[in-house]
C-alpha cells in the first residue's frame, strides 16, 4: 500500500500543480482580449484620444511579447518558482492600478506592468510545468491542457468582460484578477517546487532594450501615419525603430548565447509554426475588437448580448485546441497548418456580409468557422516548441510560442487597427477622429451618424479581406512548400537526441 501511495502521490502532486498554474495563464491571455467589449465604456468615462485608446488595448500585448523571451532566459538562469511568484505579484499590483485608473495615461502605464508582469509568468509556468511531468506523453496532455487554458482565456476574455460591465462599472475587468492572483500565491510554494537554475550565462540587457524599444517605436509611427498622416513626429520614430530592429538581429549572430537564433527560420517548418502562432492572433484580435466596437456602437446592442454572440465560437475555438493533438498525430502538422490557416480565411470572408442594418447571424458564423483555425493555432504552436527540446531550455522555447501569441495580438490591434482607422479618416465624415467619439458629438445629424457607421463598417470588412488573404496565402503555401515529414508531433515522447540534426523551434543551448 505505501509503495502504492508513493508511486500515486507525485502524478497527484503534478497535475495538482498543473491547476495551480493554470489560474495565471488563464488571466494573462484573457487580459489580452477582455478590453475588446470594455472600450466603449471605457472611453465614454475616460476619453482617451484615438491613439491613446489604440495603446490601452495593446501595450500589454506588445509588452507581454517584447519580453517573453528575456524573461524566459531570466527564469533557465535564476529560477522558475521564485519568477513566478514575482510576477504574479506585480500582476495583481497593475491589475488594481487599471482598475482604479484616473485617466487614460495612467491606464495605459498599468497596463504595460501588467505586460511586464505576464511577460515573467507565461515561459516560467511553461517550463514548472514541463518539470512536473517527466513522462512524455503525460506531459503532452498537460501541455494540451495549458494550451487551451491558454486559448480559452483568449477566448472567453470578451465575453467576461461583457459580463462584468453589465452589472459593475469598468474596472471591474481588472478586479477580477485579484483573487486569482491571491489563490496562486497561497498554493505554489506548497504544490511547485523550484527548478534548479541551468544557465550560468549573462543575459544581453542590450538586446531586450533594443527589441523592445524597436518594436515600439516602429508600431507608434504606424499608428500616428494612420491617426493623423505622415509627419516628422511619425517617420522619425519609425526610421529609429526600424534601424534598431536591424540592429537588434545583426547583434543576435555574434552572441553565444541569442535571445533569438534567427537561423532557425532557415527550417520551414519552424518559420510557418510561429507565422502560424502570429497571423491568426493578429487577425483574432483586430477582428474581436472591431467587432465588439460594431455590435455596440454600429448595431446599439447591450454589452451583455455582445458577449454572448461571441460565446459559440470560444466554445469551438476551445474545443478545437484540445482535440488538435489526437487530430494532429492522425493527418500530420501540415494538414493541421493549412487547415488553421483556410478555416481563419473563410470566417473572415463571412465578416463581408455585415451591414449597418444588421449582421449578427454573420458575425456568429464568423468566429465559428475561424474558431477552428484559432484552436489548431494554439495547440500546434505550443506542442512543437516545449516539445522539441531538452527541459532547461523549455522556458526560453516556451516564450518563443508564446511571443509569436502576444506580439500577434497585439500586432493585429497596432496594424489592423491602424488599417480601419485610416479607413475612417480617410472616408469618414471628418467630424472626430474614431466612430465613438463621432456619436458623442451634440446635435450628430443623422446623416453623418449613418456615413460614420457606413465607413465603420467598411474599414472592418478592409481588415477581414487583408487578414483573409494574408492567410490563404500562407495556407497554399504551406501545402505547397512544407514537407509531409512534418507529420509526427514532437511532444509524444522523442528524444532529444533525435532532434540533433534538425532545427528546433526554439532558441539555441
Same mark, same amino acid.
Given at each position: 500500500m505505501s509503495r502504492q501511495h508513493a508511486h500515486t502521490s507525485p502524478a497527484l502532486r503534478a497535475w495538482l500543480g498543473l491547476v495551480a498554474i493554470l489560474g495565471p495563464v488563464l488571466l494573462v491571455s484573457m487580459d489580452g482580449s477582455i478590453l475588446f467589449l470594455a472600450m466603449p465604456r471605457i472611453s465614454q468615462e475616460l476619453t482617451p484620444t484615438a491613439d491613446q485608446a489604440l495603446w490601452i488595448l495593446d501595450v500589454y500585448g506588445f509588452a507581454v511579447g517584447s519580453l517573453l523571451i528575456a524573461f524566459g532566459n531570466l527564469g533557465d538562469r535564476y529560477g522558475r518558482l521564485k519568477l513566478l511568484m514575482i510576477g504574479a505579484t506585480a500582476f495583481g499590483i497593475g491589475s488594481a492600478g487599471a482598475a482604479f485608473a484616473p485617466g487614460p495615461e495612467l491606464l495605459i502605464v498599468a497596463r504595460a506592468l501588467m505586460g511586464v508582469a505576464g511577460a515573467t509568468l507565461l515561459p516560467s509556468a511553461l517550463a514548472v510545468l514541463s518539470e512536473l511531468f517527466a513522462d512524455p506523453r503525460r506531459?503532452?496532455? %498537460?501541455?494540451? $491542457?495549458? @494550451?487551451?487554458?491558454?486559448? %480559452?482565456?483568449?477566448?472567453? /476574455?470578451? $465575453? $467576461?468582460? /461583457? $459580463? #462584468?460591465?453589465?452589472?459593475? +462599472? +469598468?474596472?471591474?475587468?481588472? =478586479?477580477?484578477? =485579484?483573487?486569482?492572483?491571491?489563490l496562486f500565491l497561497l498554493l505554489a510554494p506548497t504544490l511547485l517546487r523550484e527548478v534548479p537554475a541551468a544557465r550560468p550565462d549573462r543575459l544581453d540587457g542590450l538586446s531586450v532594450v533594443t527589441s523592445a524599444a524597436g518594436l515600439l517605436l516602429v508600431i507608434h509611427a504606424l499608428k500616428h501615419a494612420a491617426a493623423e498622416g505622415l509627419s516628422a513626429a511619425g517617420v522619425v520614430p519609425g526610421i529609429a525603430g526600424a534601424a534598431l530592429l536591424v540592429w537588434f538581429a545583426r547583434r543576435q549572430r555574434g552572441l553565444r548565447h541569442p535571445l533569438v537564433d534567427f537561423s532557425l527560420f532557415r527550417d520551414r517548418v519552424f518559420t510557418v509554426a510561429i507565422v502560424t502562432g502570429l497571423l491568426p492572433l493578429a487577425a483574432w484580435s483586430a477582428t474581436a475588437y472591431l467587432a465588439g466596437v460594431y455590435l455596440q456602437s454600429v448595431l446599439g446592442l447591450p454589452v451583455l448580448r455582445a458577449a454572448l454572440l461571441a460565446l459559440p465560437g470560444a466554445v469551438v475555438l476551445t474545443v478545437t485546441c484540445v482535440v488538435t493533438p489526437f487530430v494532429v498525430d492522425r493527418v500530420g502538422k501540415r494538414a493541421a497548418l493549412a487547415v488553421c490557416h483556410f478555416s481563419v480565411t473563410a470566417g473572415l470572408l463571412l465578416l463581408l456580409p455585415t451591414a449597418v442594418t444588421g449582421g449578427t447571424g454573420w458575425y456568429v458564423a464568423s468566429t465559428v468557422v475561424a474558431g477552428v483555425g484559432?484552436?489548431?493555432?494554439?495547440?500546434?504552436? @505550443?506542442?512543437? @516548441?516545449?516539445?522539441?527540446?531538452?527541459?532547461?531550455?523549455?522556458?526560453?522555447? /516556451?516564450?518563443? @510560442?508564446?511571443?509569436? *501569441?502576444?506580439?500577434? *495580438?497585439? #500586432?493585429g490591434i497596432a496594424l489592423l487597427g491602424s488599417l480601419a482607422a485610416l479607413v475612417f479618416r480617410l472616408q469618414g465624415p471628418d467630424l472626430a477622429p474614431t466612430l465613438g467619439e463621432t456619436l458623442q458629438l451634440p446635435d450628430l445629424a443623422p446623416a453623418a451618424a449613418l456615413r460614420a457607421k457606413t465607413t465603420f463598417v467598411t474599414g472592418l470588412h478592409v481588415v477581414a479581406v487583408v487578414a483573409g488573404v494574408l492567410h490563404l496565402a500562407l495556407g497554399v503555401f504551406t501545402l505547397r512548400r512544407v514537407p509531409g515529414s512534418a507529420a509526427p508531433r514532437t511532444g509524444s515522447g522523442v528524444r532529444h537526441g533525435d532532434h540533433e540534426g534538425r532545427r528546433s523551434s526554439t532558441v539555441r543551448p
Open positions: 506531459r503532452a496532455r %498537460a501541455i494540451g $491542457v495549458f @494550451a487551451a487554458a491558454f486559448a %480559452a482565456g483568449f477566448a472567453i /476574455g470578451p $465575453v $467576461v468582460g /461583457g $459580463v #462584468l460591465l453589465e452589472r459593475f +462599472w +469598468w474596472g471591474s475587468v481588472f =478586479l477580477i484578477n =485579484l483573487p486569482v492572483v491571491a484559432y484552436g489548431i493555432c494554439f495547440s500546434v504552436v @505550443a506542442d512543437t @516548441a516545449v516539445g522539441a527540446v531538452p527541459p532547461e531550455r523549455a522556458g526560453s522555447a /516556451g516564450a518563443i @510560442a508564446e511571443t509569436s *501569441n502576444e506580439l500577434g *495580438n497585439a #500586432l
